[in-house]
């Protein structure tokens, strides 16, 4: 069996590195990882790279289901579309691996959650610049944020779902403001991560 990695970031301004090293610990070559950077309304030639690269027997393996696909249907689509080819699919964020009953059946319940997760995020995120213009202060004005903003800041930098632009906007700061609460970004929320769980 041959493991073909995909990785995915929506942007240019977000980094591939947090997936890259979770694929190659779960044993995913380098060489064998396809990425993007694009969000999932473009064409994605990784995507489509890895799925030729795939031959029954092999398993796809990707970080999290929302890499893959922005909904349910796409998702749906992409696991008959494997389990036509014999091919098994294998989320490590969420620990879906399809070769099993009990994984296939999660895939589907862990493919409507993120969906509904993704459409909650999106919806907070439009209230709150919708509630911000109303009181007359512009997303992007420089003001200071408070703990609970600073909590919630590092949430959604923890999704790479979401473009920092997106998080500056919900939190209604400019980029410098930004940058000075978040040091580095996402790669450094991501490393931070990483080095409290090792």
Do not use: C
């Amino acid at each position: 069996m041959t493991l073909i990695g995909y990785a995915r970031v929506s942007t240019d301004d977000q980094d591939l590195a947090l997936q890259l090293d979770a694929l190659e610990r779960a044993g995913v070559e380098r060489k064998r990882i396809y990425t993007d950077k694009t969000s999932a309304a473009r064409e994605r030639r990784g995507l489509d790279e890895a799925l030729r690269a795939l031959r029954p027997g092999d398993q796809l393996v990707a970080w999290r289901l929302d890499r893959l696909a922005r909904s349910v249907r796409e998702l749906e689509d992409l696991a008959a579309q494997l389990d036509n080819e014999g091919v098994e699919l294998r989320v490590l964020q969420e620990a879906i691996d399809t070769s099993t009953a009990a994984g296939r059946f999660f895939f589907h319940v862990m493919g409507a959650l993120a969906e509904f997760e993704r459409n909650l995020i999106r919806e907070r995120t439009t209230a709150g610049l919708q509630a911000a213009r109303k009181r007359g202060r512009s997303p992007g004005r420089k003001r200071k944020l408070s703990e609970a903003d600073i909590r919630r800041g590092k949430a959604m930098l923890a999704d790479p779902s979401l473009t920092v632009r997106e998080i500056r906007e919900a939190l209604g700061v400019s980029e410098a403001t930004f940058y000075s609460y978040f040091p580095g970004g996402r790669a450094a929320a991501a490393q931070r991560g990483n080095s409290t769980t090792s």
